[in-house]
């Protein structure tokens, strides 16, 4: 039978609470923890009510590095660190088998504001300290600082589902074998500026939200949450006390709309289902199901749809609640929270509920556990979490479990080979590898957008006509990143010689790796809230607030409905999606995944890395953009359906190290990283006939003369390594094997090693 997976810790910090204890009082008493707003700035805002933190205190014992970064850092930390008491490894450093998967909807979004409020009064305060605060990846990197974890460390970015996605990857890493105990969770704070958009949706409640119920509307919360999970056998040997067990995990995507839920549900029940058949249970299983329940007027219906067809005749008697109700719309942080809820409020023998149910609005016919919590005599648990893009998430949680597993055991994942049957890249040469194949440098003088910096060169996408690619096309309304991430896709699906017709893509996954975050639609909100008086230009931009809008594009062109994931690792984050899509398949998510990155230059980016001095003149990196899939899939399937193979996934491996936020030790990280790699294939560094590897600033990497586009294409964060990868498959002989490997900048590293099949080099 394949890692069972305990849960052993738990850390929670909300509105209505400053620790667990506390938070299963609150539950229990159905507290809420809603306050006035304070700031009226914002004319005509629907919004009054916000679950707030009023409370927070910083542990003065951090680093300065750390004690300056974004409050998001700060909510994640003190719920880790209670997470980690409660597993009892508060003095345990979690070493080389040990990770961290954060989550999170808008990352530093206190810090991006600040920025932008500067700059709307004509200043720009940028310096390195502000621009590391305001990444995504950020608080991940100091939280591996803060609990000594040196293996996989990675963000999930799929806005409101990104704190369950968390917990779905931690669970990957530990079931794939790449770590045995991993802190998954999620953290956002309170931000006016997203306040203002989901405002400007319609989607925020006229005094406090009662979702199900009336009135209709969402609250913003802000919070953290940690699970601690860790191999069973592990736990139980070390004498932990289990809290729960993670029994399985579903993921998809809607592929309908930006911001709203497909109406039919099906993405919903999509995701639930596929959390059960990964856990081995069946829907007369459940015992309770903690919603995503946001009190919104697309949300609440669809969502009960989704159950109602999930449970059938047995609909009315499961019982239902939303925890938003009480601590509100937490964003990122939202699942952790709530999976939190479910393990802790059952444990003490009841059902959270939906406090302020008053009446049940029209589409909305379940038991929805109104008023106090109910007592609970079940077992299964259901957590669900959706989110912008169309990004679904849901967890299966046996909150009782013995010693011998009770359900039907899911099979160990039979070891089975993955291949790459498809690749696409799009770079500042053009369309494909075919413009690379000589050395002429594709660097050239920005001039897209005037910039308050003094010229200089970068790798630019030329101006690309989508129909050389496919006559049918569409790029209408996307955002550069976007238009380049489709692309690439295309190109991939294309080469892997796959239709895209509905029943053909639906059950095909994607996972995205991004680098730096939004680009041009944050530009566009932010700047409108702060120099606009809070009054949106285009409310279109707010969506592309969340990085996963790139995501979201992708897998509308498509039709992309199966396992889905955004992953905002900073520098070399192309590498990073390829191991989560590969770590998917092995473990039967999907048969086949498109792994893909993508990169877009836009003049904030451009001027904050320039100002810093991370990019430029006096430097050694030409920043570039474009965009790079690969379609990663089970060999037998790729046979079955006569596909020509151009390469086999051999091994993989992430590290990080565990220091000082703001100082790596990058030569040691990335030569462990790359030995991993190395023994997961199950060879030996002679039998490597080509390599690849980056990192910005390090002198030790020309050692090992790796080969490197940036001179020709200029330096492109997260899709560089595939460009490198991309174009050696093409060159190198059948047979020869390639090692591609990146150390970030803030010392998160990735590896992998593969096969090249293609025999017509």
Known sequence: MRARIAVTGVGT??????????????????????????????????????????????????????RILDRNVHLALAALREALSCAGLSSIPLGDRGGIVLGTCSGGMQSIEQHYKALAQGKNPINKDLLFSKKYYTTAKVLAWAAGARGPVTTVVTACAAGTGAIVQAADFIRSGMADIVLAGG??????????????????????????????????????????LERMENANKRGAKILCELLGCGLSNDAYHPTAPDPSARGQLKAIEAALKDAGIDATDIDYINAHGTGTRANDPTETRAIGKLLGA??????????????????????????????????????????????RREGCDLDYVPDLG??????????????????????????????????????????????????????????GVAPLKNETSHLTNI?????????????????????????????????LCSKFAVMATKLALNDAKIKPRPRTMENIGLVLGIADGPGEGEAEHLKAVFENNFKLNRLGAFPY????????????????????????????????AIVSAATAVSLGHANTILAVASDQLTKRSVADNFKVGLCGPGTPINPAEGAAAWLLEKEN??????????????????????????????????????????????????????VSIEGPDNPMLS??????????????????????????????????????????????ACAIVIENHNSNV
Request: hydrophobic residues 40%; aromatic residues 6%; proline residues 6%.
């Open 314 to 359: 047995r609909a009315g008697d499961v019982p239902v609640s939303s925890t938003k109700s009480m601590i509100g719309h937490c964003l990122g942080g939202s699942g952790a929270l709530e999976a939190s809820a479910c393990i802790l409020a059952t444990r003490e023998g009841f059902i959270p509920p939906t406090a302020g149910f008053n009446e």
């Open 545 to 576: 607030v969340v990085p996963n809008e790139v995501a979201g594009h992708v897998a509308r062109s498509f039709l992309l409905k199966g396992y889905s994931t955004v992953l905002a690792t900073g520098q070399g984050a192309g590498l990073g």
């Open 13 to 66: 910090l909300s509105s209505v609470s400053q620790n667990t204890d506390e938070f299963i009082t609150a539950l229990l008493k159905g507290k809420r923890g809603f306050s006035l707003l304070k700031d009226k700035r914002p004319e005509g805002l629907r919004a009054t009510h916000a679950g707030l933190i009023e409370d927070l205190s910083f542990n003065n014992d951090d680093p300065p590095a750390v």
């Open 374 to 431: 109910r007592r609970f005599t079940g077992r299964i648990v259901i957590s669900n979490s959706f989110g912008f893009a169309g990004n679904n998430a849901c967890l299966a949680l046996d909150t009782a479990p013995s010693l011998e597993y009770p359900f039907k055991p899911r099979p160990k994942s039979q070891p089975e080979s993955i291949v790459i049957c498809g690749t696409g890249i799009i770079t500042p040469a053009g369309i």
């Open 187 to 228: 953290a956002d704070t309170f931000a006016l500026s997203t306040l203002v958009g989901f405002d400007a949706l319609k989607a925020t409640c006229e005094g406090t939200c009662a979702p199900f119920s009336n009135p209709v509307g969402l609250n913003l919360g802000e919070g953290a949450a940690f699970l601690v």
């Open 447 to 479: 001039d897209r957008f005037p910039t308050p910096v003094t010229p200089f060169v970068a790798g630019i996408v030329p101006e690309i006509n989508p129909k050389e690619i496919d006559r049918r096309m569409d790029l209408k309304g996307m955002d």
């Open 703 to 748: 050692e090992l003369k790796p080969f490197c586009l940036s001179d020709r294409i200029g330096f492109a964060e997260a899709s560089l390594p595939l460009f490198n990868l991309t174009y050696l498959l093409d060159h190198c002989l059948e047979g020869d094997i390639i090692l591609g490997a990146f150390i970030s900048r803030e010392g998160l």
């Open 637 to 690: 399937s790729a046979i079955a359906r006569g596909a020509d193979i151009k390469a086999r996934l051999l091994g993989y491996s992430l590290a990080t190290d565990s220091s000082d936020p703001r100082t790596t030790d990058k030569a040691e990280t990335l030569f462990r990283v790359i030995d991993q790699a190395i023994e997961h294939a199950g060879i030996n560094a002679g039998q490597i006939t080509a």
